[in-house]
């Protein structure tokens, strides 16, 4: 990434020397038609078309630099704020939740933002700075007075911006959470779609998602009116600098203290100046705009979720006076739990006991509790995420598949044998749905008709065929009938050389007691 970045920089300034340096040899051109040098002339013609030829050159190195360097800004952001997402921790705090939409937008809508408004937005401002400087350079050389006037007048378009930065982030600010909303909104719509259809409520709920998209309309339209306002206001500014030439140039010319030729190339330069002025503006309130998006990302970016103990040979877990703050209440376990290595547990309870957030505490996934929690005598706390992911395996409630071939999800692109996979398809109930090999080619959509329960036993295979030694499942197979919940729960008590973590409502199984220990909560 640093190496297009600096690539792209250097075209920057190539482009800008020789843009400068093509308007500035336009004087001698200029004097030769007024002195009927004709040799110099066409001598002056072929060395501005070398320039041009070059600058041309120069200017599609830095068109190919800058996109090859946004495009490795995204990947780098794209892969940081998603592993983020993923790893992160849960938190039980309102104010911290997230819905799936609104992650989505901050992967894709925000970074795209920040993508074109900071750091295409830097580039800008480099090219900006670099050509300024260049261009007062020349104008200096051509006549002191002139370029005083040309830079003074220059100095309200740059200051205007800055005076709408803070109502310009505010309402990119805002353009951000509507577009937040709008996707949380749109998700929920389509994953409910046949409810939808079905409510006497349809138009009220469509036109809300009308409404929410109309939010992001009007947030646009409002900042696009305050960015014309501004870009009105730089425009007179530059105006004002044609009238600064004119005058101070021209009583210049009057006084025979500098040449026709020099006036019209400090011309040419001006306008090589006002687009760097014009730059430099825009981008100041471009990259004040997403300020506070682009932090957040950074952020992100940087988070560290790495300990120093790694966990080998899982052999136990004990949980003890383990209590977790939620909302207006407290969740506690008081009792003290020890899972050992190779047993069956049952956990069951009252629906809203702290079920499922002791399965997020014991994978890591749930820091903020109160209370002792030791893997192998190690605090949970002080062991790495990544080891403590590599040995156990982790069904929560709710799991879905991937908008993918049936044997990608339950594979997860990892190469196993056919023959495996349909022994696991056997084991679990499902050749009527899949009986060959080829039908686990099938794509998974939410019209492929699998139920709930062939869901759960697709899930379930894929996180038995990754071979990890302890496996908890959140209600995992609490889809399926009475007879075919007791076989698969069979089948999960049979495995020996597995830890079973099993937590169920169903607190009239058939097989309570072919588990090690049966834990009410």
Known sequence: MKKYFSLTVVCVMGVSF???????QIKDVIDAVSNQDTYTFFSQIAYLLGIIL???VVEYGRKVFNILYLNKVGSYFH????NCSVEKGISLQEEEQLSVGEKVSEITNDIEMVKELHYDTKISMIQGVTSFIFSTIALYYLNIWVATAILLTMLLPILIPLLFKNSLKRKQESISLAKKKYITYLSDLLRN??????SRSYRKIMGVAVHKYEKINTDTLTKERQVALVD???GFGFYMTLIAILLVGGIQVLHEKMT?????SMFSISQELTLPANLIASSISQIQSVQSIFENLMK???EDNSKEISLENLENIWIEQVSIPFQNFMIAHSKRIIFEKGNKYLITGKSGGGKSILTLILTGNLTAFNGEVYLNNKKLQDISYESLQKEISYIPQNASLFHDTIRNNITSYQEIEDEKLLDMIYRFQLQDRFPTIESLEQVYTEDSSLSGGQIQRIILIKVLLENKKWIILDEAISALDRELYRKIEQELLQLEDRTVIHISHREESL???LYDEVIQL
């Open 18 to 24: 020789l843009s400068v340096l093509l308007n500035y």
């Open 511 to 513: 097989v309570n007691d």
């Open 54 to 56: 070059l600058l041309l």
């Open 260 to 264: 026709i030729g020099a006036l019209i």
């Open 193 to 198: 779609k046949l409810l939808v259809k079905n």
């Open 232 to 234: 009105v206001l730089v």
């Open 300 to 302: 992100q970016s940087n």
């Open 79 to 82: 892969s940081k704020s998603l």
